[in-house]
């Protein structure tokens, strides 16, 4: 049991890194944006930046694919430690790349570059790791240790606020436009070799390396070819509809709430800042509860607290919090509404891993997962602009809410997996 939990706590810890390292390129853009463009206008140079995370958002299902088959041919915890390599040396490069200034238009040819190996990391990451988790944990606690997946999630977003708030009371804001924005991705790819140490312990996980020969034989299909995936149709449309709802609502009220609280709400960006941060804070806090609940209850009644309070509250909440009046009514709002995503974030993971069987759990997860991701999730923060660019705001709104509505009918159509899992005759 010790040794299942020092590896289930190896592999969270290089979760946070990786998602530490992926937020903190937003976090910074508008510090590192003048380095690697030409002369203009700060907008035009965030916008440059924005398109290249963007470029990232899409690597992510590539990543999903191809870790997920090498998560599923040589093991979990070798695609693991590939993940938080792969996100070293992008954080690494990000830090020591010369300014456009210094090397011309190969300054931001290396940080597509970089975002390149960034995106292909966390999307593989996502997969592997929610595979791993729900393997090593046992079958009574297998919801509360999955849900750590989300835990250190948000830990990560949390960190790269914290090192901006860190460095924004210590350096000037000259001082981190020069050079002090390459101090957060230092700090990524020293964390990213920690991690890749911690790894490096973890144990291979029993369902892995238990696989009867017939499972052994099929574990690994060619790369390019998909064909043990497509045995698995329902399955794979099965994780698309739980995600599409859960990742909109997720971006929603976490990334792109930041701007909509100074944008609608007419907040400051440090009290939005503020806001954002201590409901982040609660959200982490609530991945563990949930996640031991569904381990009681089963995994369908906390997604379908999700999908009902999410088709029927995001519409109500998004108005109210656009007129909130006080930072307090900022923050209880904005809690109910991570405390309803909670019912998704919280066990979304493990509700994937037991759809699959073992040869092909990794790609099963990660794949579709990432795909939803890309296009759904990158896109949030879009459609929501566009709407109110066009002075219709609240239609976004109910794009959010039939979102919800979509996976809600996926909820209450699906079985409870805690009861029919995959997992569940796998050694533990």
Known sequence: MASRIRSIFSGSVGNLVEWYDWYVYSAFALYFAPSFFPEGSQTAQLLNTAAIFAVGFLMRPLGGW???????????KAALMASVLLMCGGSLLIALTPTYAQIGVAAPVLLVLARLLQGLSVGGEYGTSATYLSEMADQRNRGFFSSFQYVTLIAGQLLALLVQLGLQQVLSAAELQAWGWRVPFGIGAAAAVVALYLRRTMEETDAFTHQTPAESAGAAPPPGKLQLLLRYPREVLMVVGLTLGGTVVFYTFTTYTQKFLVNTASFSKGQATLVSFGALGVAMLLQPLLGALSDRVGRRPVLLFFGVGATLGTVPLMTALGAAASLGAAFGLLV??????????????????????????????????????????????????????????????????ACAAISLVVYLRMPDTRDTSRLNSAAN
């Open 66 to 76: 191809l870790l997920g088959l090498y998560a599923d041919r040589a093991g979990r």
């Open 336 to 401: 109910l509404a991570l405390a309803v995503v909670s019912g998704y974030t919280s066990i979304n993971a493990v509700v994937k891993a037991e759809l699959f069987p073992t040869e092909i759990r990794a790609l099963g997860v990660g794949l579709p997962y990432a795909l939803t991701v890309a296009i759904f999730g990158g896109t949030a923060e879009y459609v929501a602009l566009l709407a109110k660019s066009q002075g219709v705001e609240s239609w976004f709104y109910w794009y959010v809410t």
